[in-house]
Structures are given as C-alpha cells and as structure tokens.
C-alpha cells in the first residue's frame, strides 16, 4: 500500500524525533514524515454519510445509540424489517406473497443490541456458556455474551473433517452448564440434534433459548429431548404487533 505511512515513522504527542536534537513536538499531536502522501477526507455534511464504511452517519449513529425498547415497539420493529411482500418461493416448493427475512433483524446491530437486552432476563441462573446454533444463532448468541459477560461456544451442524474436527468450537464443554441459543424454532429438530451432540461430549443442557417461537405450540421433540424451550416472541405475537391477523 504505497500511500500508507511506513511502521513506525508516526509519534505520538511529547515524542522526540532524532533529528529535532530530543525536542518534543507535543503541540503538534501525530506527526507524519515530509512527503509522505495522507489521503483526504470529506467533512461530513450536515445530515449527510460518508462514503467510508466505517463511519455511521449521524441518522445511524442516532438509532444505535437510541432509547431502550419496550417489549412491544420491539417487536413492531422486527416485523417491520423482516416481513417482505413480493413472489417468494418456500422450502415447500409453494410460492407466497410474503416472506418473513429472519437475516434482517439479526444483521441490524440496533436490532440485536435491543433483543439481547430484553432476553437476557431469559438466561438460567448458572450459565457457563450460550451455545451459537448455526448460523442463526450466532448472532443473537454473540450480542447476548456481550450484554452478560457469559462466553459463547459455536455449535456445528457437522464437525468439520480438518484441523481440529470440532462440532462445538470455544473452551472445553465437559461439565458445563450450556444454554442454547437460536433464532427461530419451529420443530426444533436440529435443535435437538446439537443438544444431543454437546451431551455427548459431557455437556449439560436443559433449556433452548430463541427470539422467534414458529412451532405453534408442537413442541414435542424438544420435550421428549428433555429441553425446556423459553421464546422472546411468538410469531403470532410478531405479526399482532405488525398489524397482520
């Protein structure tokens, strides 16, 4: 990168250069070599973005530092985002008029900051780890370890057949308390394939933690896996709050 200043060459305030005979330059802040080139950038114009994805622009920056949620603004937000009108094709092979995008609500930040505050209250006392279901899990398992401070382990639907041929990826699992995270349970089928893969390395689980519960109350392998299901919404309750019956 030619434009770049080279490793070391920029001081810190109250550094001495050598040939400045060890005076400081401390009014001077960051000091960069005689003709090295720095880009430029734009100022921000008011209400304006730039063009450098690093930088939120104000709206954004607003909306992710914004007021706490309540319970049912929330969940007028998720539908909003992540209910679609058009021509979708299902998993069925039917087409439909609508699509509920999950991926929307869990690729927003704002979204995942203000779900990981109201599901905290959901974890069990005496978590040691949230286990990531792929890949939906990651996410929201990711945002509520930094909200509680509780490590995350990744869980695969397979182990991978190279390096360390893991299913669960992070520290060791064997005789910790683990509480799986999802983002949407409808039967719960994988759900119950993970928890039965982590059990077999040792690992203690008994509850499913999820932000969406589409399974209508057909819980069944999740109860006959013995694993408590807790849901910060229902879809019901999603679609209510969006204005759809």
């Not at 305030?13 to 960051?30: E, I, L």
């Amino acid at each position: 990168m030619g434009d770049s200043c080279p490793s070391g060459d920029l001081l810190r305030a109250g550094s001495a250069r050598p040939h400045d005979g060890g005076k400081t330059q401390a009014s001077q802040g960051w000091r960069v070599p005689r003709g090295t080139r720095v880009p430029q950038v734009d100022p921000i114009p008011h209400g304006g973005r730039r063009t450098d994805a690093t930088i939120l622009d104000s709206a954004s920056s607003d909306r992710f530092h914004g007021a706490m949620l309540n319970r049912d603004a929330l969940a007028q937000e998720i539908f909003h985002v992540a209910h679609l009108r058009g021509e979708f094709k299902l998993r069925s092979g039917q087409v439909s008029n609508e699509y509920f995008d999950k991926y929307q609500f869990e690729s927003d930040p704002r979204l995942l900051s203000q779900i990981a505050e109201h599901m905290k209250s959901l974890v069990p006392k005496g978590t040691e780890y949230l286990g990531a279901l792929e890949m939906g899990g990651i996410p929201i398992a990711t945002a509520l370890s930094l909200i509680t401070g509780i490590p995350v382990i990744f869980v695969r639907k397979t182990a991978k057949d190279y390096g360390t041929c893991k299913f669960a990826e992070g520290p060791p699992i064997n005789g910790r308390k683990i509480c799986l995270v999802e983002d949407v349970i409808t039967t719960g089928g994988q759900v119950v394939t993970s928890a039965q893969d982590l059990r077999s390395d040792g690992a203690l689980i008994d509850t499913v933690l999820c932000v969406i519960d589409r399974s209508e109350g057909k819980t069944e392998k999740l109860k006959m896996a013995e694993l408590r299901h807790l849901a910060l919404f229902t879809m019901a309750e999603l679609k209510k709050a969006g204005g759809v019956a």
